[in-house]
């Protein structure tokens, strides 16, 4: 019963990590794609930066 329960957790702790991936790769594209027609130093290309490094 416990090998169980520690295969379910271990389950849910994949797809919340699988989430969490797949949120960072769209700021990455999302990032990429600012910094395509902005400078470094404009003010949106910091804020996507600075969104993708808290994530």
């Not at 902005?38 to 949106?44: H, K, T």
Request: aromatic residues 2%; glycine residues 6%; hydrophobic residues 40%.
């Amino acid at each position: 019963m416990e090998i169980l329960s520690l295969n379910r957790l271990g389950g849910m702790l994949v797809s919340e990590l699988d989430k969490i991936i797949g949120q960072i790769e769209e700021l990455r594209s999302s990032t990429i794609n600012v910094q395509k027609y902005n400078s470094s130093a404009d003010p949106e290309t910091v804020a996507v930066c600075h969104e993708l490094h808290t994530a």
